[in-house]
């Protein structure tokens, strides 16, 4: 029962490197969602998706693009990092039957931008 | 300006004891309010709801209050257990472009004292 799998879980960067957080349900859920959390500042939402074939910008969308892949995946890529992005960064996805944005969170990956 | 804010960072407790921990919020127009637990390294995992319709919402040892004219919600955790320890993150949701979304507070970490 794995419910929400992001890898990796630790990634270090230097600034201006790229790289690809990727996230997988097998709840066959179909909205997805990738915050940040940063100390004092709660989760923030960075882009999400309703359905498979559909993202849209969430609060803190600069410096990211995503991609849907299909119903259980959905990766968050960082074209150039900058040292701003160093956050651990969650995966999540939505299950309309538990009620209204109750979250199946993943374990997080701790990006951190030299 | 942060919508939802928990204003504690942090509370210790005794085991036995009741956790109180408080959330308030400035959007009227926010609609369901949900608490999330969160332990070190892991993602946040929910915890109980209440709709903006109701001002109480029990669950066991959990009980969530909602205050509308003083846009306060509260968790009251009875008894609280050496298992309560953890980050508890208060999040509402709203509408945000097309789509309802959750606005999470910073978190306050509760640590119960055996």
């Known amino acids: 029962n794995a419910g929400v799998t992001q890898t990796p879980k630790f990634q270090v960067l230097k600034t201006g490197q790229s790289m690809t957080l990727q996230c997988a349900q097998d709840?066959?859920?179909?909205?997805m969602y990738w915050y940040r959390q940063d100390p004092g500042m709660g989760l923030r939402l960075i882009y999400y998706?309703?359905?498979?074939?559909?993202?849209d910008k969430g609060e803190v969308p600069n410096g990211y693009n995503v991609s849907r892949l299909n119903k259980r995946e959905f990766s968050l890529r960082l074209e150039s990092a900058a040292p701003s992005q160093t956050s651990v960064y969650f995966c999540?996805?939505?299950?309309?039957?538990?009620?209204?944005?109750?979250?199946?969170f993943g374990a997080g990956s701790r990006l951190t931008v030299l | 300006d942060q919508q939802v804010k928990q204003n504690s960072p942090s509370l210790s407790v005794q085991e036995g004891r009741i956790s109180i921990l408080n959330c308030d919020y400035t959007?009227?127009?926010?609609?369901?309010f949900l608490w999330y637990k969160k332990y070190p390294a892991e993602g946040p995992t929910f915890l109980i709801s209440i709709s903006s319709i109701k001002d109480k919402n029990e669950d066991g040892r959990f009980t969530v209050f909602l205050n509308k004219s003083a846009k306060h919600l509260s968790l009251h955790i009875v008894p609280s257990q050496p298992g309560d320890s953890a980050v508890y993150f208060c999040a509402a949701r709203g509408w945000s472009g097309s789509a309802r979304q959750l606005t999470f507070g910073s978190g306050t970490q509760l640590t119960v004292l055996p």
């Open positions: 999540a996805s939505t299950d309309p039957f538990r009620g209204p944005n109750v979250l199946t």
């Open positions: 959007n009227s127009m926010f609609d369901y």
């Open positions: 998706s309703a359905s498979e074939g559909t993202t």
């Open positions: 709840m066959n859920h179909n909205s």
